[in-house]
C-alpha cells in the first residue's frame, strides 16, 4: 500500500509535465503560424502594389500620381505670365461649388488633373474675390498657361483658342484625347450672361 500511495505523485507530476510539454508546443506552432502569416501577408502585399503601380493607368510622364482629391484641397498652382497672375489651385465638387470657387482659381472635380491626359478644367472670378480671372479677355493665340503640380512638376500650355458661350454650354468641358487646359469666366465683366473660355494645349517636348 505504501508503495502505490508513494507512486501516485509521481504519477501525477509526469501527467502534468506532458500537459506543459504539450501547451507549449501549441504555443510555439501557434507563435511560427502567425509569423509565417505576416510574413506571407507583407510579401503579397508588396507583390499587389508593384503589380497595382505597373498595371494602372497609364500616366504622362512627371505628373502625380492619382489620389482622393477632396474639395477644397489645394491641387498646385496656376501661373498665366501674360496676365501677371500666380495663385494656389483649389478643388471644386462641382459647377455649383461657390464656396471653394470663391477662394480663387479652382479646378473643377472629375476633368483631367494638372498635367494629366484629358481636359483640366479650371474657372475663375472676374471681378469679385480677388478676381483671378479679370482681364482673361485679354489672352490671345500663344500665351502661355503653366499648372504645377504638387510634386513641383510644372507642365507648360499653349492658348490655341479663345471663346463665348452660353452659360448652358457644357461641352468646353468635354474630355480630349491629349493634355488640355480650359478656362472659364463670366463675360462680360459684371455679368453672368456668358461665359467666356480659353482653350490651351501642352506643349510636348
Known amino acids: ?3 502505490v500511495e508513494e507512486s501516485r505523485p509521481a ?16 504555443c ?3 507563435s511560427v503560424a502567425v509569423a509565417m502569416a505576416w510574413v506571407a501577408q507583407q510579401w503579397w502585399g508588396g507583390t499587389q502594389g508593384s503589380g497595382s ?5 497609364v500616366q504622362v510622364a512627371g505628373t502625380a500620381p492619382p489620389r482622393d482629391v477632396q474639395p477644397g484641397d489645394v491641387i498646385g498652382r496656376i501661373l498665366i505670365p501674360a496676365l501677371g ?3 494656389p489651385l483649389v478643388e471644386m465638387a462641382n459647377v455649383d461649388d461657390m ?6 482659381p479652382a479646378h473643377i472635380a472629375k476633368t483631367a488633373l494638372p498635367g494629366a491626359r484629358g481636359n483640366c478644367v479650371i474657372a475663375g472670378h472676374r471681378t469679385t474675390h480677388s478676381r483671378p480671372f479679370l482681364h482673361l479677355d485679354q489672352m490671345r493665340g500663344g500665351n502661355v498657361i503653366q499648372l504645377i503640380d504638387l510634386t513641383g512638376h510644372l507642365d507648360t500650355y499653349t492658348v490655341t483658342g479663345i471663346t463665348v458661350v452660353d452659360p448652358r454650354d457644357v461641352s468646353v468641358m468635354d474630355p480630349t484625347p491629349n493634355p488640355t487646359v480650359t478656362l472659364i469666366a463670366c ?12 482653350k490651351a494645349s501642352m506643349n510636348t517636348p
Not at 504519477?11 to 501549441?26: Q, S
Not at 503601380?53 to 493607368?57: E, F, K
Not at 464656396?99 to 480663387?104: A, C, S, V
Request: glycine share 6%; charged share 15%.
Open 1 to 3: 500500500m505504501l508503495r
Open 11 to 26: 504519477g501525477t507530476a509526469l501527467a502534468f509535465a506532458r500537459v506543459v510539454r504539450i501547451v507549449l508546443t501549441c
Open 28 to 30: 510555439l506552432a501557434v
Open 53 to 57: 503601380i505597373a498595371q494602372g493607368p
Open 85 to 87: 497672375l500666380d495663385a
Open 99 to 104: 464656396e471653394n470657387l470663391n477662394k480663387g
Open 187 to 198: 463675360h462680360p465683366a459684371f455679368t453672368a450672361r456668358q461665359r467666356l473660355v480659353v
